[in-house]
T-cell receptor, first 118, second 111 residues
C-alpha cells in the first residue's frame, strides 16, 4: 500500500512551452500533497504544499505564477511549469501524506519527473 | 531551513550493521521522526517512522532517546544495494507535516 505515481517520468520540451506533471496517490486518499524539486547531487527543496480544494501554499522564493498547482481531488495534484526555460530543468518529485495512526501522518513520495527544457 | 543534522557520508562493508545518527534539537512535542532512502533519479522511499523509544520493521530499527533530540537508524547486515542517501526528517506537525530536507547521509557500502 501507499503508492504514489507521477506522470510523465521524463519530458523534454522547448523553451517557452508549458509542461504539466501529474501526481496521484493510487491506493489511499491524501490529506495533503507536496511538490519538491531536486538538482543533481543536491537535496530536495520543498516548493509548495497542496490541499484538495484550496490554493497551494508556496515556499519563499517559488513563483506561484510560474509553477501552477491544482489539487483537483484527494488523489490527484498537478504541477504546471509555465513558459518553461532551461533553468527550470530539474527533477520534480511529489509526495502525498497519509494518516497512519492517531495524530500520525506519513509522506510517501512519487518516483519523480525529469524535466529538460531546451 | 532543515530541522535535522546528519553526517554527510559514511562508509561500511557488506554484512555489517550500520547506525546513522541524526540530531533534531528543536523537535516539537507532537513531531514524528521519519527516515527515507533515496537512490539517484528516484523519489525517496519510506524506511521507518517513530515518536519515541524503539521502532522496528522488516528493514530497519529506529532508536529514539527519551529527550527525542536525536535518533539513530540502524540497518542490519547491509549489502551493496543499500548504497544510497538516507534522510532523517521531522515533520512540522502544526504545519501540514512539512519536510525541509537537509543534506542527508550518503552511505557507501563496499564489498
Amino acid at each position: 500500500g501507499a503508492v504514489v505515481s507521477q506522470h510523465p517520468s521524463r519530458v523534454i520540451c522547448k523553451s517557452g512551452t508549458s509542461v504539466k506533471i501529474e501526481c496521484r496517490s493510487l491506493d489511499f486518499q491524501a490529506t495533503t500533497m507536496f511538490w519538491y524539486r531536486q538538482f543533481p547531487k543536491k537535496s530536495l527543496m520543498l516548493m509548495a504544499t497542496s490541499n484538495e480544494g484550496s490554493k497551494a501554499t508556496y515556499e519563499q522564493g517559488v513563483e506561484k505564477d510560474k509553477f501552477l498547482i491544482n489539487h483537483a481531488s484527494l488523489t490527484l495534484s498537478t504541477l504546471t511549469v509555465t513558459s518553461a526555460h532551461p533553468e527550470d530543468s530539474s527533477f520534480y518529485i511529489c509526495s502525498a501524506s497519509r494518516e497512519t495512526g492517531p495524530g500520525q501522518e506519513t509522506q510517501y513520495f512519487g518516483p519523480g519527473t525529469r524535466l529538460l527544457v531546451l | 531551513l532543515a530541522k535535522t543534522t546528519q553526517p554527510i557520508s559514511m562508509d561500511s562493508y557488506e554484512g555489517q550493521e550500520v547506525n546513522i545518527t541524526c540530531s533534531h534539537n528543536n523537535i516539537a512535542t507532537n513531531d514524528y521522526i521519519t527516515w527515507y532512502q533515496q537512490f539517484p533519479s528516484q523519489g525517496p522511499r519510506f524506511i521507518i517512522q517513530g515518536y519515541k523509544t524503539k521502532v522496528t520493521n522488516e528493514v530497519a530499527s529506529l532508536f529514539i532517546p527519551a529527550d527525542r533530540k536525536s535518533s539513530t537508524l540502524s540497518l542490519p547486515r547491509v549489502s551493496l544495494s543499500d548504497t544510497a542517501v538516507y534522510y532523517c526528517l521531522v515533520g512540522e506537525r502544526y504545519n501540514f507535516n512539512k519536510f525541509y530536507f537537509g543534506s542527508g547521509t550518503k552511505l557507501n557500502v563496499k564489498p
